[in-house]
């Protein structure tokens, strides 16, 4: 599918610092689903950042792992077709904020999309690909990042129904899609896809997830398009994504509570665990889940740790004792293998 850009966007600054997160608005909706969807609520609480401390603030930015785990829940409660359905019936128009507001606004339904796609990171990640083709009719196609072919087909339902419900919203007056293609397969029964989605045409097992409007409702005119309120969406939208503030995800976390044990002089799985309140357990349990493991990032923070300490000439007797070595000999053998030089080479001059 041709992703159309848009030649009215301006350029904002690099977004490198925002990659793999997601806005606080979306993952306050979907968090709100699945809470109504008899989910275990310990399993809620084990997923950073979707307090409501953290979903305050427009500016804060949620990994996109916090929100994939969210839609993963809802996919488990939920099977088969109707959860992403579920959330998109709970987003009416400025559930999402500016975004909504942006793909509701131009001159026609095509425009609004089109000049909203340059900001759809305000939403969601970068690697959650929103995608046009366009003129005649429009298409728009969704790219998940979400692995398991389950909860994607929950994502992607909820997308193009999210798409459907603004369309007519913009518009103002029912809108039926020419066609609907799901990379899932068909289930047993679509009877709920078809009723919310107004068709019969729905092809399962294909290429790509998208939703398809005709000619004549991608061009139709908004009744509500404000130029004025567009460009000021768009100068909110730079804004927000110039910053945006993305918070720490579980290996984050980890890693900062580490170095803080660090400097404790106190650096063992259960102490990190007691900062990070989860058990030693469920540390392991999220350090496997990163490829990574209690010993391995140990020997990485205490690496880090003894090159600093060394620059600033501290012993290597007291940086041993800093960083939890049994004696400076036990240091002098570990950074041997970190460097295959000893501690003295980062002594300064």
Do not use: C
């Not at 929100?67 to 077709?81: K, M, S």
């Not at 997830?209 to 009744?223: G, H, R």
Request: hydrophobic share 40%; charged share 25%.
């Amino acid at each position: 599918m041709t992703n159309s850009g848009s030649s009215g966007a301006r350029p904002s600054r690099p977004l490198d610092a925002i990659d793999g997160t997601t806005s606080t608005h979306l993952v306050r909706l979907v968090r709100d689903v699945v809470r109504l969807s008899n989910v275990d609520p310990a399993r809620l609480a084990r997923i950073p950042a979707i307090d409501d401390a953290a979903l305050t603030s427009e500016l804060n930015r949620i990994p996109l792992r916090s929100l994939v785990d969210l839609w993963e829940l809802l996919a488990q409660a939920r099977p088969g077709p109707g959860a992403g359905l579920a959330v998109a019936a709970a987003a009416p128009l400025g559930t999402l904020t500016t975004w909504d507001y942006l793909v509701t606004n131009g001159p026609t339904l095509a425009e609004a999309l089109r000049a909203a796609q340059p900001y759809h990171r305000l939403v969601t990640a970068a690697e959650e690909g929103f995608e046009l083709e366009h003129p005649g009719e429009l298409t728009v196609g969704y790219r998940t990042s979400a692995g398991d072919p389950a909860v994607a087909a929950v994502v992607n339902e909820y997308v193009l129904a999210y798409y459907l419900r603004r369309a007519r919203e913009a518009i103002g007056r029912p809108v039926i899609p020419v066609r609907l293609t799901l990379s899932r397969s068909a289930p047993a029964t679509h009877d709920a896809l078809t009723a919310a989605f107004g068709t019969d045409r729905i092809e399962f097992d294909a290429p790509a997830d998208s939703i398809t409007f005709t000619e004549a409702d991608a061009a139709a005119p908004l009744p509500r398009a404000d130029p004025m309120l567009a460009d000021l969406l768009r100068n909110h939208a730079d804004l927000v994504l110039a910053t945006a503030k993305p918070l720490p995800g579980p290996l984050e976390a980890f890693r900062l509570a580490l170095n803080t044990t660090l400097d404790d002089g106190q650096p063992s799985l259960a102490s990190v665990a007691h900062r990070l309140a989860v058990s030693p357990r469920t540390l392991q349990r999220q350090l496997a889940e990163h490829d990574t493991g209690w010993r391995h990032e140990l020997d990485l923070a205490r690496y880090e740790r003894a090159k600093s300490l060394l620059d600033q000439g501290f012993t290597t007797a007291t940086v041993a004792d800093r960083l939890g070595f049994a004696d400076d000999r036990a240091l002098r053998k570990a950074f041997h293998r970190w460097t295959g030089t000893p501690p003295s080479t980062r002594r300064p001059a």
